[in-house]
Each structure stands twice: as structure tokens, then as C-alpha cells.
């Protein structure tokens, strides 16, 4: 009994010992964090650089050219571009106006990718308001037909969760122009999906089959302002122009660093985010955040020369917006007789305060990321759960990889997202480095700890 009270008492000092030789270096990590202005600076690059960074746009290069000369300069043990080909599509410019008796009122407008273009002078026709998809199926096609389908549904700003009111209201971008097309409309106007009132449009992805239509954002106040001019005159028209192209089967890539591991190299641990972002807009939360967070993991490893026992691999996704080929390409490259994909983490969330991290994992390995949140919750987390792990790193679910998505205080993050609000002036410096700290610390414990 004595023996066994001796072994409980050495194992119970040996966790404790453990726990404060943990809770030690994730100090290092924040202190290392939050006195680098590396991250922080990376990220005014990019935003004032390199905007508009969509899949096969010259600033997507210059973006990943910018962060391989980083890494190079970083003297990671290997970093390149991963070259494959995908489809894209460029918009040059939109515009959409109300014509009236006295002349015309611009609207503020962008163009949903992929729309299709219109001609030169435009296309004019009537609108017809809805709110929903379904509404508009219950109209005759004879009554929608040639005509601008109109989606005016604001977001609820009674769910508490941001991504759930975002989920909650973008069914009308994301699939409204195309049930528009297929009641036979010319063309398809959505109001932007954000609780800002402002006037800024929001662009986004929109689901298009064989054939397209124009299809284009409004700014808030402008669909309330065409809206209320519709209540007074049904037989409004619009025109709307937009100059855009499909790129068919451009070359482009992700950018991959990497640290090596000392003792299990073939196990991968991958820290990411996407860089490519809408075409009118900076991106500062929306990825650019999550590309300098998850860059500088590499950075405090090699500065506190942390001797990872795996991979720690940086992967730049390209083409998250448009079709996620870039996280799709990487999951298909990967040998599973070479590597094994042995966690990944994924940062998509804006640069806000912290707090949490949802994980797609067995249970088993929830458990033990679980027993890491005291360690993380001096830097803001608040909560390890079950939940969606990332777009880019989704295809990796194939190997039985857990996944994990670091969460953010989002109430701001719909305000900016996919609009020219998305600057780098919206960037606080301890928020962006409070993030960076908890990234690290998770990758830095689940490379420690991980046992699947
Ligand atoms: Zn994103």
C-alpha cells in the first residue's frame, strides 16, 4: 500500500511538473508572439499589395512570392510553390442603376462570382422582389421571365452565433441567381449577407450549372432604397453591366514550408490558411489573418528552437473562394506511403480575440485536446469542442486526420468579410498575436502529446 501511495504521489508530481513545464512554454510562446511584429507587418503587405487576390489574379502570385522570399529569409527547412491547374474567373467591373423619368440612380453593386457578363451597354429590365428561393418558385414563369429577380432578405440579427446567422441568409447568394435562371430571369441582384447597414457590397460565391446570368451584390442601403422605390413603382427598370471572364485551366499553386520533424518526420502537422481572397478587397480578416497567424507558428518554432518531434508544415491554400481547388489539389498530392497527414489546423476566422477551437476528431482524440484548454485559457480560450474543422483542410478527412478550426470573437468579422471594409486598419496587433498564441500552443501540445 505504501509502494502504491509512493507511485501516486511520484505520478501525481510528474503531471504537475509536466503541467508547469507546459504552462511555461506556452508563456514563451505568447511572450515571443506578442513581441514580433513580424505577423502584424506580413499582414500590411499583403493588404497593401496585394488585394484582390482571387485565384489567377497577378496579386495571388505576388502574394505567394512575398511569403516564400519570408520563409527563405525564415531559413525553414524546405519551402515551394505546388504548382496544379484549376478554373477561375475575373471581374473587371459592375455597375447597376435605377433608370427613372429624371435620369439615373447608381446603386452599390459587385459582381458574385462567377457571374456572367452582360453586354457593353448593359442589361435593362424589370424587378421583381423576393425573399426567399422559395418564394420565387411559387411565382409563374411566365411572371419572372426576361426580369431581375430581386433576393432582399436581411440577415436575423437574433441568432447569437454569427456563422449561423451568416448560414441562415446566404442561401439567397449562394443559390438564389441560379433558381432565378431556371424560372427563366435575366439576370439576379442579392442583397449583401452582412448586419452592417451600410452601404459596401458584399461578394461571394454563387452556384451557376451550364449557363449563367449577371449576378450581383447590393450594398444594404441600396437594396432598401430599391426596394422602397419598387413599393412606389412596380414597373421600375434596372440595368446592370458587368465585365467579368472565366480563366479556363490557369496554372496557379499553394505554398508549402515546413520544419522538419527530429523524431517522427513522415508525420505531418499542417498550420494553414487561404490566401486567396474576393476580388475587391484587401482581405485582412478574411484570410490574410489566418496566413500570417499560422506563417508565424514556423517563426516562434525556430526562434525558441523547439524541437518538434513532426513535421510542422505552413500550407498558403489558394482558391478558397471560388472553387477550394487549392485544398482539394493538396489533399490529392499527398502519399500516404511517404507521410502521414497527422493533424491539421486550419485559421479562417478573422484576426479577432480568441476563443476556442472546434475540432473533427474521434472522440478519443477530443478527449486529450480537451485536457490542453487550461494551458490555452490565459491566451483566451474558451472553449475545446466538437465541430467543423476547415474548407481548406476538409479533404484531408479522407486519411482519418483530426481536424481543427480556430474560432474568434466573430460579432465584427460579417461587417467586413468579402468587402472593401476588409483593411488592414480593422487589424488589432494583440488580438491578431493573442491568436497566433494559441495556435502555436496547440500545435506545440498536440506535437507533444499526440498518440494516434
Ligand atoms: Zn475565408
Same mark, same amino acid.
Given at each position: 500500500?505504501?509502494?502504491? =501511495?509512493?507511485?501516486?504521489?511520484? =505520478?501525481?508530481?510528474?503531471?504537475?511538473?509536466?503541467?508547469?513545464?507546459?504552462?511555461? +512554454?506556452?508563456?514563451?510562446?505568447?511572450?515571443?508572439?506578442?513581441?514580433?511584429?513580424?505577423?502584424?507587418?506580413?499582414?500590411?503587405?499583403?493588404? !497593401?499589395?496585394?488585394?484582390?487576390?482571387?485565384?489567377?489574379?497577378?496579386?495571388?502570385?505576388?502574394? =505567394?512570392?512575398?511569403?516564400?522570399?519570408?520563409?527563405?529569409?525564415?531559413?525553414?527547412?524546405?519551402?515551394?510553390?505546388?504548382?496544379?491547374?484549376?478554373?477561375?474567373?475575373?471581374?473587371?467591373?459592375?455597375?447597376?442603376?435605377?433608370?427613372?423619368?429624371?435620369?439615373?440612380?447608381?446603386?452599390?453593386?459587385?459582381?458574385?462570382?462567377?457571374?456572367?457578363?452582360?453586354?457593353?451597354?448593359?442589361?435593362?429590365?424589370?424587378?421583381?422582389?423576393? $425573399?426567399?428561393?422559395?418564394?420565387?418558385?411559387?411565382?409563374?414563369?411566365? #411572371?419572372? #421571365?426576361?426580369?431581375?429577380?430581386?433576393?432582399?432578405? /436581411?440577415?436575423?440579427?437574433?441568432?447569437?452565433?454569427?456563422?449561423? +446567422?451568416?448560414?441562415?441568409?446566404?442561401?439567397?447568394?449562394?443559390?438564389?441567381?441560379?433558381?432565378?435562371?431556371?424560372?427563366?430571369?435575366? *439576370?439576379?441582384?442579392?442583397?449583401?449577407?452582412?448586419?452592417?447597414?451600410?452601404?459596401? /457590397?458584399?461578394?461571394?460565391?454563387?452556384?451557376?450549372?451550364?449557363?449563367?446570368? @449577371?449576378?450581383?451584390?447590393?450594398?444594404?442601403?441600396?437594396? #432598401?432604397?430599391?426596394?422602397?422605390?419598387?413599393? !412606389?413603382? !412596380?414597373?421600375?427598370?434596372?440595368?446592370?453591366?458587368?465585365?467579368?471572364?472565366?480563366?479556363?485551366?490557369? %496554372?496557379?499553386?499553394?505554398?508549402?514550408?515546413?520544419?522538419?520533424?527530429?523524431?517522427?518526420?513522415?508525420?505531418?502537422?499542417?498550420?494553414?490558411?487561404?490566401?486567396? %481572397?474576393?476580388?475587391?478587397?484587401?482581405?485582412?480578416?478574411?484570410?490574410? *489573418?489566418?496566413?500570417?497567424?499560422?506563417?508565424?507558428?514556423?517563426?516562434?518554432?525556430?526562434?525558441?528552437?523547439?524541437?518538434?518531434?513532426?513535421?510542422?508544415?505552413?500550407?498558403?491554400? +489558394?482558391?478558397?473562394?471560388?472553387?477550394?481547388?487549392?485544398?482539394?489539389?493538396?489533399?490529392?498530392?499527398?502519399?500516404?506511403?511517404?507521410?502521414? /497527414?497527422?493533424?491539421?489546423?486550419?485559421?479562417?476566422?478573422?484576426?479577432?480575440? @480568441?476563443?476556442?477551437?472546434?475540432? %473533427?476528431?474521434?472522440?478519443?482524440? =477530443?478527449?486529450?485536446?480537451?485536457?490542453?484548454?487550461?494551458?490555452?485559457?490565459?491566451?483566451?480560450?474558451?472553449?475545446?469542442? *466538437?465541430?467543423?474543422?476547415?474548407?481548406?483542410?476538409? /479533404?484531408?478527412?479522407?486519411?482519418?486526420? @483530426?481536424? %481543427?478550426?480556430?474560432?474568434?470573437?466573430?460579432?465584427?468579422?460579417?461587417?467586413? $468579410?468579402?468587402?472593401?471594409?476588409?483593411?488592414?486598419?480593422?487589424?488589432?496587433?494583440? !488580438?491578431?498575436? +493573442?491568436?497566433?498564441?494559441?495556435?502555436?500552443?496547440?500545435?506545440?501540445?498536440?506535437?507533444?502529446?499526440?498518440?494516434?
Amino acid at each position: 500500500m505504501k509502494k502504491l =501511495l509512493t507511485i501516486l504521489v511520484l =505520478l501525481l508530481s510528474f503531471s504537475a511538473f509536466t503541467q508547469n513545464a507546459d504552462s511555461l +512554454m506556452m508563456r514563451k510562446i505568447f511572450e515571443n508572439a506578442i513581441s514580433s511584429n513580424d505577423a502584424y507587418n506580413n499582414l500590411r503587405y499583403l493588404c !497593401e499589395n496585394t488585394p484582390g487576390r482571387l485565384m489567377g489574379s497577378e496579386a495571388s502570385i505576388n502574394a =505567394l512570392n512575398f511569403l516564400k522570399t519570408y520563409f527563405e529569409k525564415l531559413d525553414v527547412d524546405s519551402v515551394y510553390l505546388q504548382e496544379y491547374k484549376a478554373d477561375s474567373w475575373k471581374c473587371n467591373s459592375t455597375s447597376v442603376s435605377i433608370i427613372t423619368s429624371e435620369g439615373k440612380i447608381d446603386l452599390s453593386a459587385e459582381a458574385l462570382g462567377p457571374s456572367a457578363a452582360s453586354s457593353g451597354k448593359g442589361l435593362s429590365s424589370y424587378v421583381i422582389e423576393v $425573399h426567399s428561393i422559395d418564394e420565387l418558385k411559387q411565382l409563374k414563369k411566365s #411572371e419572372v #421571365e426576361g426580369k431581375i429577380v430581386f433576393f432582399n432578405r /436581411p440577415v436575423k440579427n437574433t441568432f447569437t452565433e454569427t456563422f449561423q +446567422m451568416y448560414s441562415d441568409a446566404v442561401g439567397q447568394r449562394a443559390r438564389g441567381p441560379m433558381a432565378a435562371l431556371e424560372m427563366g430571369a435575366s *439576370a439576379a441582384l442579392v442583397r449583401s449577407v452582412t448586419s452592417l447597414s451600410d452601404d459596401v /457590397p458584399h461578394t461571394g460565391s454563387t452556384r451557376f450549372e451550364d449557363n449563367r446570368i @449577371p449576378a450581383v451584390a447590393l450594398g444594404v442601403e441600396s437594396a #432598401e432604397l430599391l426596394s422602397k422605390l419598387l413599393e !412606389e413603382n !412596380e414597373n421600375l427598370k434596372v440595368n446592370i453591366k458587368v465585365d467579368a471572364e472565366e480563366l479556363k485551366g490557369i %496554372t496557379t499553386y499553394n505554398l508549402i514550408a515546413e520544419i522538419k520533424g527530429e523524431e517522427k518526420p513522415q508525420e505531418v502537422i499542417v498550420v494553414g490558411g487561404h490566401i486567396d %481572397t474576393w476580388f475587391n478587397t484587401a482581405g485582412a480578416h478574411d484570410d490574410g *489573418a489566418g496566413i500570417v497567424q499560422t506563417a508565424d507558428v514556423l517563426r516562434i518554432f525556430k526562434e525558441l528552437k523547439i524541437h518538434n518531434k513532426r513535421t510542422i508544415r505552413f500550407v498558403a491554400f +489558394m482558391d478558397e473562394e471560388y472553387t477550394q481547388s487549392g485544398g482539394k489539389h493538396y489533399a490529392n498530392s499527398i502519399d500516404t506511403l511517404v507521410e502521414i /497527414p497527422y493533424f491539421a489546423l486550419e485559421a479562417d476566422a478573422g484576426a479577432f480575440a @480568441p476563443t476556442g477551437f472546434t475540432f %473533427t476528431s474521434t472522440v478519443e482524440q =477530443l478527449k486529450l485536446f480537451q485536457t490542453f484548454k487550461p494551458l490555452l485559457e490565459p491566451y483566451g480560450i474558451k472553449f475545446i469542442k *466538437a465541430g467543423w474543422g476547415g474548407v481548406d483542410i476538409y /479533404p484531408l478527412k479522407k486519411f482519418n486526420t @483530426p481536424l %481543427t478550426a480556430f474560432r474568434t470573437e466573430s460579432h465584427r468579422y460579417f461587417d467586413l $468579410h468579402h468587402s472593401a471594409n476588409d483593411t488592414f486598419d480593422k487589424i488589432n496587433f494583440r !488580438e491578431l498575436q +493573442m491568436g497566433t498564441t494559441c495556435i502555436s500552443g496547440l500545435i506545440y501540445l498536440t506535437d507533444k502529446y499526440g498518440d494516434w
